[in-house]
């Protein structure tokens, strides 16, 4: 069997003929696999969803419950025959529940990684190397001018801000799913134990990370009902990328505006959304972690897609591996990641 009966490009998304299912697709359709519930990944209105339960719940928390009309959870590591495949689903690190989907058939496994990223994050489970013969990449970061710092370093970097300036509020943009869930639980585990005040649009997903044992401390609601922006100095506040551009962000005293994110070492794009404080805190692989993961998969065939695909596929074809672009479409460039 050759990979392109396996798995090819249609316009609703990743066809698997012999499975008839489709991973992460763009249009609604009746059979679905779905990596982890970012929205460029996870859209409702297919007719049934297969995924792991922590990405069932998340979909139900942002969608509603009838996100789909069936769903089924799938265990990590457990075979499940869909049609005449069998897909296993593995973790990618990315976010709480994020996955890895092999799919085999006739003697030939390819692996959809989705998302993905190898940093040690507390907030999700820790990325799963999955031999294979043919291996799908993200490119986000797939340009050898990224290479992501420590993120205990940059967490480090804003706790010296808050003691630098005790009169001034700290507001940290994150992404609501999995991102700003990241920067508490590494805020804690460096030690600080104070209020984390957070938006509103972050409190059904940081309730949810407690349930399934993240433990995020004391957080409190960025609100301010009664008393003055003073009451928020010395403050972090946690909220989503676009609060900051609307009435919400002005309640807070004289704010740092900090913003997680791996392209905040892009010094422009800190630049265009006035950022005072950048952090480099990404959710993705780095340049030299997406070439060790290609190495390590085994794979003689290496697919890539959604993000700097060029690059990656030289680098592949100067390291005698067979690659090419798969040119997906409706997948963001997350500029919030």
Request: with cysteine.
């Amino acid at each position: 069997m050759r990979g392109h009966d396996l798995l090819h490009p249609r316009p609703e998304g990743l066809y698997c003929p012999p499975g008839d299912l489709y991973i992460d697709p763009v249009r609604p359709v009746p059979r679905a696999l779905i990596t982890h519930g970012h929205g460029d990944h996870a859209r409702p209105g297919n007719s049934a969803v297969m995924a792991t339960q922590q990405t069932l719940d998340i979909m139900a928390i942002r969608y509603g419950a009838d996100f789909a009309q069936t769903s089924q959870p799938a265990d990590w590591g457990v075979p499940q025959k869909v049609g005449d495949v069998t897909v296993t689903f593995h973790p990618a690190g990315h976010v709480l529940g994020s996955a890895q989907i092999a799919v085999e058939c006739g003697g030939l496994r390819i692996v959809a990684s989705g998302d993905y990223k190898r940093r040690h994050d507390p907030s999700c489970q820790p990325f799963e190397l999955v031999p294979c013969d043919i291996f799908i990449t993200e490119a986000t970061f797939a340009l050898p001018v990224f290479r992501h710092p420590d993120s205990k370093a940059e967490i480090a970097k804003l706790l010296r801000s808050v003691r630098q300036f005790p009169d001034r509020t700290h507001m940290v943009g994150a992404y609501a799913l999995g991102k700003a869930q990241r920067v508490i639980r590494e805020l804690r585990d460096a030690g600080y134990d104070e209020p984390i005040y957070i938006h509103g649009a972050l409190q059904k997903l940081c309730d949810y990370y407690e349930t399934q044992g993240v433990a995020l401390g004391a957080l409190l609601p960025a609100t301010l009902e009664k008393g003055s922006k003073k009451d928020f100095a010395g403050t972090v506040v946690v909220g989503t990328p676009s609060s900051f551009a609307d009435r919400w962000a002005r309640r807070f005293a004289d704010p740092v505006a900090a913003f997680a994110s791996g392209w905040m070492g892009v010094r422009q794009r800190a630049r265009q959304r006035g950022v005072e404080l950048p952090l480099i805190i990404s959710d993705h692989c780095d340049w030299d972690e997406l070439c060790v993961t290609i190495e390590e998969t085994g794979a003689g065939e290496i697919w890539v897609t959604h993000g700097r695909e060029e690059a990656l596929v030289r680098w592949c074809e100067l390291n005698g591996l067979r690659a090419q672009p798969l040119h997906l479409v409706g997948y963001e460039d997350e500029a919030e990641d």
